[in-house]
């Protein structure tokens, strides 16, 4: 059974920054997808960046302003978002896929106040 822990979330200003953290436990071998999703009341999630293999996405709207990294234990996956927006604020969940199933973090709320 694979379980994702996140971390990280908080109310910030616009402009400033925030690091969420998850990490996956569970026996887990040659993981397919990590990377994080938002979502906001009302409206249908969204993917916020992804890493598949070598290849790293980018939602439009976050480019240039966050980052997504492996943690040295490569079940572990960072979300650095620096200059945030008041658009930014949503649930932030992990996301992983091993062997074709999708793992969903419990989610961790980001605020940015104007």
Known sequence: QVQLVESGGGLVQAGGSLNLSCAASGTIFSINVMGWYRQVPGKQREVVATMTGG?????EPVKGRFTVSRGNARNTVYLLMNNLKPEDT????????????????????VTVSS
Do not use: E, F, K
């Not at 290849?55 to 939602?59: E, H």
């Open 90 to 109: 949503a649930v932030y969940y992990c996301y992983l896929n091993y062997r074709n199933a999708p793992y969903w973090g419990q989610g961790t709320q």
């Open 55 to 59: 290849s790293i996405n980018y939602a």
